[in-house]
């Protein structure tokens, strides 16, 4: 288990230490509202699901329990909407069971309110916030799926969208202009994903395939469902190998223009 926690100071690019987390977890959800990082559920220390919420505030430094969750879940989906944190899927107890639940936590009355389910149960995916809904993408429930669902608060409803192109778990999610970037992962084998597959408000996707190296990115094929359309797209760009390094990406009014990949650091052995 990991104890450590360190804040990285965008202004300056450096890395600074903070308080420990006060129980230490793995395969956690968080999401920050408000100058507060929520960090929700995970493993324990006994390699069990836990339901403790540990909140940490930005301005005192410091760390405050917070409302325990429903259940007890770890790999859960976790993006923060206004005042309210959402908290779909997962795994609960026994093991590695994948569930559809869908909790909102109200940060300001710090209560738990069960909302609709997730269209299919699973767990170790993505979430973003974007205008206001919650995008679930990925995850696993028995096998790796592209699954891509959009959570209305107001109307407490899941619509189903196209799934990705290359399905994954375990891999990170972040919204750029409108855009949802979902980055590396893993399939159903233990190698890990070089695949980055974009959502822009345009309805368009740019993945990166897993791939060698030097293969480029192969245009997306068209797909059409009620209110939507994916739209064949092409981007130069670099697929990264076996390892997921960084990533960058050069932007012209929202627009990717291309996706370039340095190679990793060396990791030293002490």
Known sequence: ????????????????????????????????????????????????????????????????????????????????????????GGYTEPGFTPVAYTFELDTDTLKWTRKADMPAPRGAGAAVAHNGKIYVIGGERGTTVGDTAVFDPVLNSWTPLAPMPTPRNHHGAAVIRGRIYVVGGRPDTPSPLSAISCLPSEAKEIPLHRSAPSRSMRPTTRISIPGLRWSPCRSRGTALGQRLSEIVFSFREGRPLRATARPPNPISSQ
């Open 1 to 88: 288990m990991i104890l450590a926690w360190a804040l990285l100071l965008l202004q300056t690019g450096t890395w600074s230490s903070i308080p420990l987390l006060p129980t230490p977890r793995q395969e956690v959800g968080v999401a920050a509202v408000e100058g507060r990082v929520w960090v929700i559920g995970g493993i324990d220390a006994d390699r069990r699901g836990s339901s403790v919420v540990e909140i940490y505030d930005t301005p005192t430094n410091q760390w405050q329990p917070g409302p325990p969750v429903p259940i007890p879940i770890h790999h859960p989906m976790v993006a923060a909407a206004g005042s309210k944190v959402y908290v779909a």
